[in-house]
């Protein structure tokens, strides 16, 4: 499909970002048209900017042109938030990729938006020091996304999540207008707080061209603990029990039966007793001195609610083995079920015994299998409705368990996302959990922010008022 950028404006875009800094090659176009929705949509035109003035140039021409611009890391998104779903130019980061600085001294860095979550981990590390949001795509997840999508991931029980982490950003308005937020210190109440307001906005309100994060020392030691209940109600007792009281440990994890066969089946060399139904993967952190303490302590309070085994990881071999392969249970899924739903719904913890029976309930109801697993820590639980493509009659059925797992979560005093965002995916759902006051007010915030409605249209809101 040829593209359909008018010669005048695949022009200035060449100007702006340099003949090779612009892919119009219906090929080329093509590495840039999924991401991990599962979703296809073929963008008119890749640019390519490698500084923020290049940037700049891009959306004066778009705005001007009232053409989409589609902010992209990496594509590892799951709610189709990096797709040109209403055509235009999807706006990648790929070469705006440099750390500008670490200052050890003021415990933070400045990192243009593409540099790659797990390479800026391995350049903190030579400073003892890291960012703790940590997404599992880290190897190829950019701090772009990150902030965009306000991720996080298993250690969010300690350290909380992007929105935590985060000091200033430099952004490009629609127009192109340079705009500073925020800055260098860990204190500051000067207005209002945009820095947060643009953090999580999905790259509709701005596109982040420069961040200041905030750093964290790296711990001196980390232990594992595997506990294995004999039903995933007691699990999710347990959870609620070591949450509300005493310290938190800085991971919870949690695996239902069928996430358990899957990590028993995974050839990963995970022994847990076999008459285990549901399993808590905790991680506690600290000084060489105290590491030990913490997670017998842990244990100790874990033993509380009567578990089949609780055990702490002898080594640290056998810790990263756990969570290796805690982490390729999202990817083995998608390859055992590549249709699958995957949502990332939260409840407060002390709900979450209440969700794991719902789901069981709605799963048994509706014939539509469910696998969860997750961030127990924060509630926050994958829910994975799998689909048959064989069965003309499980479309149909796995929109309705979605929908019933979407009320019994908002009845729960839930949210119907803790990390992955609305996107494209999720957006006919929103009015459900927002207050229709702010739901009013946001889609006003984005009319104020990108008149034009060029940055990212068609994500988050299910019809966007002008
Ligand atoms: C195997 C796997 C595991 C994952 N695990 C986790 C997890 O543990 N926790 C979690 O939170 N997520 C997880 N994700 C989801 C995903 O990795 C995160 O949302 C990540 O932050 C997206 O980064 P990205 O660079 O791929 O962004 P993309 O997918 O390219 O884009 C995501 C969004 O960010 C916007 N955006 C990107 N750059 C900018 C910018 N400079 N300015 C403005 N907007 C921008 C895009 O427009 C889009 O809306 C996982 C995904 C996969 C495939």
């Not at 705005?63 to 189709?80: D, E, K, L, S, W």
């Not at 358990?260 to 001195?289: D, F, K, M, N, W």
């Not at 302590?297 to 290796?324: C, H, M, N, Y």
């Not at 803790?418 to 006003?444: F, N």
């Amino acid at each position: 499909m040829a593209s359909e950028l008018e010669p005048a404006v695949r022009e200035a875009l060449a100007n702006a970002v340099g003949a090779d800094g612009l892919l119009i090659g219906a090929a080329q176009r093509e590495a840039y048209a999924r991401d991990n929705s599962g979703r296809r949509f073929l963008p008119w035109a890749v640019a390519l900017p490698a500084t923020a003035e290049q940037v700049a140039g891009v959306l004066r021409v778009c705005h001007q042109a009232a053409i989409p611009v589609i902010p992209r890391g990496a594509g590892t998104g799951c709610v189709g938030g990096g797709l040109a779903v209403q055509g235009g130019v999807v706006l990648s980061t790929q070469r705006l990729n440099r750390i500008l600085a670490v200052e050890p001294a003021d415990r933070l860095a400045v990192v243009e938006p593409g540099v790659v979550h797990g390479e800026l981990k391995e350049r903190l590390a030579a400073h003892g020091l890291f960012w703790p949001p940590e997404p599992s795509s880290s190897r190829s997840c950019t701090i772009g996304g990150n902030l965009a999508m306000c991720s996080a991931g298993p250690n969010a029980v300690r350290y909380g999540v992007t929105r935590h982490w985060v000091l200033g950003l430099t952004v490009l308005l629609a127009d192109g207008t340079r705009m500073r937020v925020g800055g260098y210190t860990t204190k500051g109440v000067v207005g209002y707080d945009l820095t947060q307001l643009l953090i999580g906005s999905e790259g509709t309100l701005a596109v982040v061209v420069e961040a200041i994060l905030k750093l964290a020392p790296v711990p001196e030691a980390r232990r594992t603990l595997r506990i294995v209940f004999r039903d995933m109600e007691q699990a999710a007792l347990a959870v609620a029990g070591v949450m509300g009281r005493g310290e938190p440990p800085s991971a919870l994890e949690f695996l239902d039966p069928a996430a358990l066969a899957l990590l028993r089946g995974s050839g990963a060399g995970i022994e847990c007793h076999p008459e285990g139904q549901a399993l808590l993967l905790a991680e506690v952190e600290g000084t060489l001195e105290e590491v030990d303490r913490k997670a017998n302590g842990l244990r100790e309070r874990l033993l509380v609610f009567d578990p089949l085994e609780a055990v702490v990881a002898v080594s640290e071999q056998e810790s990263k083995k756990i969570w290796s392969a805690r982490y390729a249970l999202s990817p083995t899924l998608t390859r055992l079920a590549p249709r699958r739903i995957n949502e990332d719904v939260v409840v407060p913890v002390s709900r979450l015994a209440a969700l794991v029976a719902g789901l069981a309930v709605i799963a048994k109801e509706t014939g539509v299998p469910i696998v969860s697993f997750g961030h127990a820590g924060n509630g926050n639980i994958h829910v994975n409705l799998l689909t048959d493509p064989a069965d003309p009659t499980q479309e149909r059925k796995v929109v309705g368990a979605l929908d019933r797992v979407f009320d019994l979560v908002l009845q729960l005093n839930g949210t119907l996302s803790g990390e992955h965002g609305v996107g494209i995916m999720k957006r006919d759902y929103i009015a459900r959990e927002l207050d229709p006051g702010a739901l009013a007010l946001q889609t006003r915030i984005k009319q104020l922010f990108d008149p034009r409605n060029i940055l990212n249209p068609g994500k988050i809101f299910p019809v966007l008022h002008h």
